[in-house]
Nanobody
């Protein structure tokens, strides 16, 4: 059974850093493009970052460009989101996702698999 499991969330003060990771199970998961989304209370799920299965191409939401970095280790079927200069507005549940298509990677509907989410809280 295909599973995505996030880890690494927590609470940090504004200006600090956190790293969240997503481990995937399944023999062909290294060939999936991966994305990170987040959802704050009362808001819709929004795109954060995505990376192709080769790791050669990445995309970021404007709100996180220059602060967040997505990377992957296909040998470990893991994708990581390094978050620096965190702001209270970054507080949300962060979800990782996987897709076989790179067309419009910012759309949640294009992803086939989702993790259960991990809470990131940034205090002011």
């Amino acid at each position: 059974q295909v599973q995505l499991v996030e880890s690494g969330g927590g609470t940090v003060q504004a200006g600090g850093s956190l790293r969240v990771s997503c481990a995937a199970s399944g023999p062909t998961f290294s060939r999936y493009h991966r994305g990170w989304f987040r959802q704050a209370p009362g808001k819709e799920r929004e795109f954060v970052a995505a990376i192709t299965w080769t790791g050669s191409t990445t995309e970021y939401a404007d709100s996180v460009k220059g602060r967040f970095t997505i990377s992957r280790d296909n040998a470990k079927n893991t994708v990581t989101l390094q978050m620096n200069s965190l702001e209270p507005e970054d507080t949300a549940v962060y979800y990782c996702a996987a897709t076989t298509t790179w067309r419009r990677p910012g759309l949640p509907g294009n992803y086939n698999y989702w993790g259960q989410g991990t809470q990131v809280t940034v205090s002011s």
